[in-house]
């Protein structure tokens, strides 16, 4: 067997060390260097990665003579910066965490990397491979008939606190639609097979954060909304997003509907976040209801406990992390999730930031 796989990381906050938690569960796999500058955070993370060398700058990480891939796990505003980095200093496969970008402005910045970068690229959609989420995915076009109506519901915990707190504010998180909902955008792209025309939304900070106060002001992140999506060819989507109901038993559904019948996706949320007297967690599952004949079918959809002690995506990063190395590996020969998937999934955030500030739909076109 050759040498492992060794990844460099970048960024090593609350997500950076999930990544290293399933890094560590793959087979033939190293972490190599480090580069984070919160001392708080490099000290969990040298617990997680004993054998990584701790690098002072971005530069000093890229120069590292023994690494195969990278892995950017930054604040949000920092993505794109670092990949233009890369690009200029030492082009390698990269995986990188949603969004790419936080800004429209930044758009052309985004399409100059794409033009020059020639090494592969995959961006860290974690909910595509939740296992409940896979299935669904799987099984949508039959169970279906074709989709003509999708709805996502997330009901879920407040953002939790992160390094300097960069997540309370629009400017460094892309905003909640943004940076909580590129992948729900990013669902919806994938089971219609279609790309977004134009973009309906109203939302709003109604519970959380009021009375918070930081060294850049006063949080500006919605904590809820919907978003309606038309799509070419006439399919329609719907997200609905609440950040203040962490006690539902379910964090996400998922349901699409057809000529034929309807498919749903039930995924709960972090176990560490299940309260213990209430015993075990709920079960992901998978219900098939078709129009003909009537009854529906419901399967359970369990995942590894390893998975689960893992992170908090329902064993997701793991599985993205096996597919990301079949491609640094030589064993496929192109990114799952690609620059053009990862850009979508941001623009079609900020239509829904842009109709919730001007009261407006917004044709996606506006924005390309």
């Not at 896979?134 to 997330?154: H, P």
């Not at 007297?277 to 995942?303: E, N």
């Amino acid at each position: 067997m050759s040498g492992p796989t060794t990844y460099g990381i970048i960024g090593c906050g609350m997500m950076g060390q999930e990544h290293l938690r399933n890094i560590a569960l793959l087979d033939n796999t190293a972490v190599g260097a480090i580069y984070e500058p919160n001392a708080t955070m490099r000290e969990i993370s040298a617990e997680l990665a004993p054998k990584a060398q701790f690098m002072d700058s971005l530069e000093a990480l890229l120069n590292h003579p023994d690494l195969d891939c990278l892995l950017i796990a930054s604040p949000n505003f920092r993505h794109l910066e670092q990949l233009e980095a890369l690009a200029e200093h030492r082009p390698l496969p990269v995986l990188v965490e949603k969004p790419l970008f936080t800004s429209l402005a930044d758009l052309g910045r985004l399409d100059a990397f794409a033009a020059r970068y020639d090494t592969p690229v995959w961006v860290a959609m974690e909910y595509r491979y939740m296992p409940p989420v896979a299935a669904f995915l799987r099984d949508v076009e039959a169970a279906t008939g074709g989709v003509r109506m999708l709805s996502i519901r997330e009901h879920r915990f407040p953002f939790l606190e992160k390094v300097d707190d960069w997540n309370r504010f629009d400017a460094k998180s892309g905003g909640t639609f943004v940076e909580k909902c590129c992948h729900f955008f990013d669902l919806m792209r994938l089971a219609l097979g279609s790309e977004p025309v134009r973009v309906m939304a109203s939302g709003g900070q109604d519970v959380n954060h009021l009375d918070e106060r930081y060294r850049d002001g006063v949080p500006d992140i919605l904590d809820n909304g919907y978003v309606i999506v038309d799509f070419r060819g006439g399919a329609r989507a719907m997200l609905e997003l609440c950040m203040f109901a962490e006690g539902a038993e379910y964090q996400e559904e998922i349901a699409a509907v057809g000529p034929i019948g309807k498919i749903e996706a039930f995924v709960p949320g972090p176990g560490r976040f299940w309260p213990a007297h209430l015993g075990t967690p709920p079960l992901p599952k998978l219900v098939t209801s078709p129009r003909s004949p009537k009854g529906p079918v419901t399967q359970a959809i369990p995942v590894d406990p390893k998975l689960l002690e893992a992170g908090d995506h329902n064993g997701s990063t793991f599985y993205q992390h096996q597919k990301f190395l079949e491609l640094v590996r030589g064993e496929r020969v192109a990114a799952e999730v690609t620059l053009h998937d990862g850009r979508m999934a941001v623009l079609m955030g900020m239509a829904a930031q842009i109709s919730i500030a001007e009261r407006r739909s917004v044709e996606i076109s506006e924005l390309i």
